[in-house]
């Protein structure tokens, strides 16, 4: 009776250190591989200068959606001269070239005297012929807002902003009254649609891979998942200790 309670003893002890080996080695592959992650992603971070990863622009379309960036690409523009502006959120193009400046989303653009006049409802963009930017001016430079629409008359720039104003030099704004020939959107041609993608709602590489070494990209979850990674590191130490004396006294 007794060497069969001690057989049955035995049996049960090898059949938990062999599930505990199993756990052990399956546990000992998840912290691998994540180590393996945190140690390429530390890596690229520290180097991100060099690889240049703030520079790198992502425009997937379901990393976008992850994020919960919900901006679309234009499909329609605002043309003056022979040149197209595309412009959302994400920036301006003029003739599918950036234009270094913010300005949101155009509602139209006129030409005069080799210059280049880009409204939004609250802003007026001044532009130089090659797209270098003159000058900004801002709701308290302007007659009224919001500015609905954008136009020429007689070699004046046009705003709507409840009443119409004009100026000739973009400065001096008085009440105008007359015929204007308004700015209007148009469908962009295939070539304006295709430098248009570049518009697209996009994050920086550096970012992504800040989120992904921190775990911030999974959101409220990341911190439940560093949780998880954290226990199994733990149970692994445990049960690497727990074989290892066992070991010892055997």
């Not at 530390?42 to 994020?67: E, K």
């Not at 949101?104 to 130089?128: C, E, H, N, T, W």
């Not at 295709?194 to 994050?203: D, F, H, N, R």
């Amino acid at each position: 009776m007794t060497a069969s309670k001690s057989h049955d003893a035995r049996h049960r002890r090898r059949t938990i250190g062999a599930t505990l080996h199993r756990v052990h080695r399956w546990m000992g592959v998840v912290v691998s591989l994540f180590v393996v992650f945190l140690v390429l992603t530390g890596w690229a971070l520290n180097h991100a200068g060099t690889l240049d990863l703030g520079r790198i622009s992502v425009r997937t379309p379901w990393i976008a959606a992850w994020y919960g960036l919900r901006g679309e690409v234009p499909a329609t523009g605002h043309a003056a001269s022979g040149r197209w502006l595309i412009g959302n959120e994400e920036g301006l193009l003029l003739d599918g070239k950036r234009i270094d400046a913010k300005l949101g989303a155009p509602i139209g653009m006129v030409s005069a005297k080799g210059q280049f006049y880009i409204a939004s409802r609250d802003q007026l963009l001044i532009l130089y012929s090659g797209g270098q930017v003159i000058e900004r001016l801002n709701s308290a430079d302007l007659p009224g807002r919001p500015i609905t629409r954008i136009g020429l008359a007689q070699e004046k720039i046009v705003l709507q902003a409840g009443a119409a104003f004009a100026t000739s030099d973009g400065v001096s704004w008085s009440p105008y009254q007359g015929e204007v020939t308004w700015a209007t959107s148009q469908p962009l041609p295939a070539d304006q649609l295709k430098a248009a993608q570049i518009l697209a709602p996009s994050l920086s590489l550096e970012r992504i891979v800040q989120d992904l070494h921190s775990g911030r990209v999974f959101g409220r979850y990341g911190p439940l998942l560093m949780d998880a990674v954290g226990l199994i590191f733990l149970l692994l130490a445990a049960s690497g200790l727990w074989m290892f004396f066992r070991h010892r006294r055997r």
